[in-house]
């Protein structure tokens, strides 16, 4: 959906770095298998995350070996299908399909044509979604409501906006029934989908404000030229970083075991090291950067 | 119970000094500190009993059972202290009593329908205000009003102690990093203390 979710290679282990592409791997056949090949292309990072949480209190599962549709010359390390991957699979589709009707609404002329035709491949991938994963799928379309509501309304309060939005990411704690790990999910899962949603309003500020587009940011602070003032920069950043502190705090409390080392890495290091990049403006270029090299 | 080894993450037969070095990391981690107004507190301070006790069992119970910080007792107080705690000696009315209490609760729906119904918006209903945007994660709201609650009681500590917790959680913790302890603050302290120590007649430091 927007990228941002990523570990900060440098401090990985080759083990954990190899763990996190076979996650990668796994999902996006998970997606194919379950959803059909149109579902692949909707194959993120950011759902990773997820899948790392959900996964997370089980010991790391064996891994298979499969043929990666992009590069087919290549065999991958791939996770196995289990519960988790299956429910992050569908939460895929369903977060991605209703970015889709987002873009639809939002978007003009050849984004908008992208995002209709995206809808209609989607379509079957969406309705098995919705079927394995109904309760997911009701609530994201009411928090999509209410975020367009309180976009119309030009509501100042920066906070209520994240929050709309991260609340559909909560939602999927409720793959959870004891309350001893539901809870510290949820939590975790707010924090970031507060990050997610302030870090891409930082992102896109400037092309908002030149377009005349919302940005919740537009309205808390006194935007020039799609700049932040330095101290409005440095206020933002803070408040973010709570956001993390508060993540590492109820990730802490899950009693996790494979993907341990991999979920510290992304909020304490990978997280904080996006937001830099966003914040001072070299965020694409250091993933275009990444890209060739990989 | 879980067995005392697994709780700190040590090897059975592990030293002393590995166990207590098990135990110190994780009695950081989970210290109430961490949660303060957290709506976890609760999650993190069973977790610290646990902790304590595998400590306890592991070092032969009597001699350590002191030393293991903040045991049972007193991190149940710790974690809501300066809020339930301090409701009677600012005197706040019934309405800001209950909504105290539903917050504490953790009832922060109905403690907010409540905090909206008073009319009149002093700095105590501010501070409330920014208490509850703070549970529910609304970080820049929670600041914006603990803002306004100390601007409106420049002299009250609980108002300026929520604020002052707000804004030391933005300097990122970053991990595994912990208590940025550098070389010259541990000297600039230890001077400080030698000061002190000499102030009263006694000396740390007798070369200074």
């Given amino acids: 959906m927007f990228g941002y979710v990523r570990p900060l290679r440098g401090e990985l282990k080759v083990r954990t770095l190899e763990q996190f592409q076979a996650d990668y791997c796994g999902l996006c056949r998970s997606l194919g298998k379950r959803f059909g090949f149109a579902a692949r292309f909707t194959v993120s990072y950011d759902l990773l995350l997820l899948y790392l ?129 539901q809870r510290p999910a949820k939590e975790l899962l707010l924090h970031v989908g507060r ?54 705090a109820a990730l802490d409390l899950l009693p996790l075991k494979g993907s341990d080392e991999l979920l510290h890495n992304i909020i304490c290091l990978g997280l904080p090291a996006v937001l830099q990049s966003v914040a001072d403006g070299s965020f694409r270029s250091s993933v275009m950067k990444m890209r060739r090299t990989q | 119970m879980r067995d005392p080894y697994e709780v700190l993450g040590v090897k059975p037969g592990a030293s002393d000094e590995e166990i207590k070095r098990a135990y110190r ?79 504490n609760l953790g009832k922060i729906q109905v403690a907010e329908d409540q905090l909206n119904a008073i009319a009149t918006r002093d700095a105590e209903w501010y501070f409330l205000s920014g208490s509850i945007a703070y549970r529910k994660g609304w970080m820049d709201e929670a600041r914006r009003n603990y803002e306004i609650a100390c601007q409106m009681a420049p002299g009250n500590l609980e108002y300026h102690q929520a604020l002052n917790v707000i804004n030391g959680s933005g300097m990122y913790r970053g991990g595994n990093g912990g208590g940025n302890v550098d070389g010259c603050s541990v000297c600039s302290s230890l001077l400080c203390a030698d000061c002190c120590c000499e102030m009263m007649g006694g000396d740390l430091i007798p070369c200074c």
């Fill in chain 1, 53 to 181: 949480i959900l996964s997370g209190m089980e010991p790391e599962a064996q891994r298979t070996r499969c043929r990666c549709p992009a590069r087919p010359w290549r065999c991958r390390a791939c996770a196995p299908e289990s519960d988790a991957m299956t429910f992050t699979a569908a939460a895929n589709v369903i977060f991605t399909y209703e970015k889709l009707s987002d873009a639809l609404h939002d978007e003009r002329g050849f984004r908008k044509l992208a995002a209709g035709l995206g809808k209609v491949l989607l379509r079957g991938a969406k309705r098995k979604a919705d079927r394995i994963a109904p309760e997911l799928a009701e609530k994201t379309a009411e928090q999509m409501n209410r975020i367009w509501e309180l976009e119309q309304s030009r509501d100042p309060v920066m906070d209520r906006h994240a929050d709309a939005f991260a609340q559909m990411l909560c939602a999927c704690s409720d793959y959870f029934r004891e309350p001893s790990l």
């Fill in chain 2, 25 to 103: 990391e994780l009695a950081r981690k989970y210290h109430p500190d961490n949660y303060t107004d957290n709506p976890l507190a609760d999650l993190a301070q069973e977790k610290m009993q646990e902790i304590n006790e595998a400590y306890d069992i592991l070092t032969k119970n009597g001699q350590s059972a002191n030393s293991s910080y903040g045991s049972t007792g007193q991190s149940g107080s710790y974690g809501r202290s300066g809020f339930g705690g301090s409701q009677n000696s600012y005197g706040s009315s019934p309405a800001y009593a209950q909504v105290r209490q539903n917050i």
């Fill in chain 1, 195 to 248: 990050y997610l949603y302030l870090v891409d309003a930082l992102e896109d500020l400037k092309k908002d404000a030149a377009k005349g587009r919302f940005n919740p940011l537009l309205y808390r602070f006194d935007v020039r030229n799609g700049m932040l003032s330095p101290e409005d920069l440095a206020y933002l950043k803070q408040s973010i970083f709570q956001s993390l502190n508060r993540a590492e």
